[in-house]
């Protein structure tokens, strides 16, 4: 693809119900990174997929949140029992390795009512 | 590892210089980066220290010393407005390997 896909855009979801989004990484990127973005709190790192590596959970702020990269490509963060603190947007980006340039995708605005 | 970033908003005037602080703590090599945020654009690299190049007349010089990695510009200029974060990557075996960012700079150019 031309770039990080991420859907939705924009998610409205009730207190307690869970939601899933995902990112489309760039083809042939191994590294994939989730990233919440809030105001006034800057970019929170939430968990890191490397190849076939374990993936780095220690940014996952609850038990609540969890993710999976699925043969190496597409990732899906999902977020269960929803609090209205969690609304943020939720940036997802990929690299070609660790220290390379990171492509992020547009974000998707989650807003729990 | 952690990235401060002490200025969360910078207003100067255009043609003016602009120096956005960055600080980071980590006892190793670090690889760091600025990243920019221009309004309603996707968060996007603009340059990284092992680089050494000018991106839009922007340079950053990475100092072990003081453990900084200030982004500078001798003339700002109304395009440059935008959100700005420093990042950090280290590897660490086993600890967190990834992008740390700061909290990001609002930088505002008044014209």
């Not at chain 1, 609540?64 to 947007?89: W, Y």
């Not at chain 2, 510009?73 to 967190?96: H, I, R, T």
């Amino acid at each position: 693809g031309a770039g990080v896909s991420q859907s939705p855009s924009n998610k409205v979801t009730e207190k307690g119900k869970d939601v899933e989004l995902r990112c489309d990484p760039i083809s042939g990127h191994t590294a994939l990174y989730w990233y919440r973005q809030s105001l006034g709190q800057g970019l929170e790192f939430l968990i890191y997929f490397q190849g076939n590596s374990a993936p780095d959970k220690s940014g996952l702020p609850s038990d609540r949140f969890s993710a999976e990269r699925t043969g190496g490509s597409v990732s899906t963060l999902t977020i269960q029992r929803t609090q209205q603190e969690d609304s943020a947007v939720y940036l997802c980006a990929s690299s070609l390795a660790r220290a390379r340039e990171a492509f992020f995708g547009q974000g998707t605005r989650l807003t729990v009512v | 590892q952690r990235v401060t970033q002490p200025e969360k908003l910078l207003s100067v005037f255009k043609g003016a210089p602009v120096e956005l602080k960055c600080n980071y703590s980590y006892s190793g090599s670090p690889e760091l980066f600025w990243y920019v945020q221009y309004s309603r654009q996707r968060l996007q690299l603009l340059l990284r220290h092992i680089s050494r190049e000018s991106i839009k007349g922007f340079t950053a010089d990475l100092n072990k010393g003081e453990t900084s990695f200030h982004l500078k510009k001798p003339f700002a200029q109304e395009e440059d407005s935008a959100m700005y974060y420093c990042a950090l990557s280290v590897e660490s075996g086993g600890g967190a390997d990834g992008l740390t960012f700061g909290k990001g700079t609002h930088l505002i150019i008044q014209p």
